[in-house]
């Protein structure tokens, strides 16, 4: 009789990898017939599939990467072309999967007819989609959003505002499409079904045992990103709920034996998840992390006014788009609504707008909350800048506070 495993596998998996076959399949059909947008990952996506036009996601693809193992060699595509090794990973392993794409196995996009950024979440997204631009011609669209300190001010409300606009119109002259009323209404509304649900989901974990762990979050986090908007996304999180309730009923948790529990901060190292699981078996588990928390901002309106007034608030108010103050904010409320022990913090060379300042967060986060935490380094999607043996060090001595 085989070893019961120290972690619980949700059901919903089944239904998400349908999903992540669907949006392939959608995404090449779309390519084909013109209608193709790639976007970044912050992008108000609602807009152009409102407009007939088809998201798909390079950052999803370089997370397909990295679970796949193939990171350093599709990073290293890019690096051939001249592209340092300091430069994001999901960019380099974009670029390079777009010139050789019949060398990855997994996780190389169709050709775009648009390239849609917004620079919320960092500014390298405009350089690397101009690179993809080279490459493919698709011309690049920018929605710009200047950094927040506090809240949003009405000259900054407006400018995005003219911006939403502007993209409405890149839209329909590059697509010959049209935003109207009732589509624009019927896909927010989706859009803020799918937010509403996974936030009850995320919302499930202040639970002890906790039913999600960090591993589980950031797998099914993958429709949210990429298919809000759509009904089969709000079909999903209606049946991952559901599940999560039901553990929650019972008494069940994530990994079978809950003694710690932690935070996460930042992306993940995708082709390590196991990582979580092998903390599992020591009765770790991560109830919550500032990485899935960040789709969470539901576009709200009745008409495509409203709409595009939501969109200019909504996604400007990224906490990656605000001062180190809002990330440290947040850090300490989920660690008081989790009532979690301490945290990890992933220092992601890739990410350096994520990363930026953590050293100082650390000792402002345990300051605030009394509650130990620690930085470990990394990257995302290379390997090559990941030292399993390191991290495991330094994760040991944050545990031994525990003990």
């Known amino acids: 009789m085989s070893e019961e495993k120290p972690y619980r596998r949700l059901e919903s998996q089944d239904l998400l990898q349908q999903i992540a076959f669907r949006h392939g399949l959608e995404a090449m059909a779309a390519s084909e017939e013109g209608r193709l ?13 409102a407009m007939d036009v088809f998201p798909t996601y390079p950052e999803q693809a370089g997370a397909i990467i990295g679970a796949s193992k193939i990171g350093p060699e599709v990073c290293g595509f890019g690096e051939d072309l001249g592209y340092s090794q300091e430069l994001c990973s ?25 390239l ?7 500014g390298t997204v405009l350089k690397w989609y101009d690179a993809i631009s080279e490459m493919t011609g698709a011309p690049v669209h920018l929605l710009d959003t200047p950094p927040l300190e506090g809240e949003q001010l009405p000259h900054h409300r407006a400018y995005v505002r003219r911006g939403v606009d502007r993209l409405v119109e890149f839209l329909a002259d590059t697509f010959n499409t049209r935003l109207e009323d009732e589509e624009a209404t019927r896909v927010a509304n989706l859009s803020s079904q799918a937010i509403r649900l996974w936030t009850k989901v995320l919302e499930t974990c202040v639970n002890k045992p906790s039913p999600l762990n960090c591993a589980d979050r950031f797998l099914t986090m993958a429709p949210v990103v990429s298919s809000r908007g759509m009904e089969h996304c709000v079909e999903f999180y209606e049946a991952l709920l559901a599940e999560v309730e039901g553990r929650v009923k019972e008494g069940i948790g994530a990994i079978r034996n809950e003694k710690t529990r932690l935070l996460w901060d930042n992306i993940p190292p995708w082709f390590i998840l196991r990582f979580f699981n092998q903390l599992a078996a020591r009765g770790v588990v991560f109830p919550a992390d500032t990485y899935t928390h960040a789709w969470s901002g539901a576009v709200e309106g009745s008409d495509t006014a409203s709409i595009l ?40 060379r890739s990410c350096k707008r994520y990363s930026l300042g953590q050293l100082v967060s650390k000792e402002m986060v345990t300051e605030r909350t009394g509650v130990p935490g620690v930085v470990i380094e990394g990257d995302m999607v290379d390997s090559r800048l990941f030292s399993e043996a390191q991290v495991q060090t330094r994760v040991d001595a944050l545990l031994e506070m525990f003990v």
């Open 37 to 49: 947008a790639w976007v970044t990952s912050g992008f108000p996506v609602e807009i152009p599939l």
């Open 309 to 348: 007034d939501g969109v200019s608030e909504v996604y400007s108010d990224v906490y990656l788009n605000k001062g180190l103050e809002a990330k440290v904010d947040k850090m300490c409320e989920l660690i008081k609504d989790y009532d979690l022990d301490g945290f990890v913090m992933f220092s992601v």
């Open 90 to 114: 999901y960019a380099r392993s974009s670029i390079g999967s777009t010139d050789r794409p019949e060398d990855v196995s997994m996780g190389a996009l169709p050709t775009p007819q648009a």
């Open 116 to 122: 849609l950024a917004c620079n919320n979440i960092c």
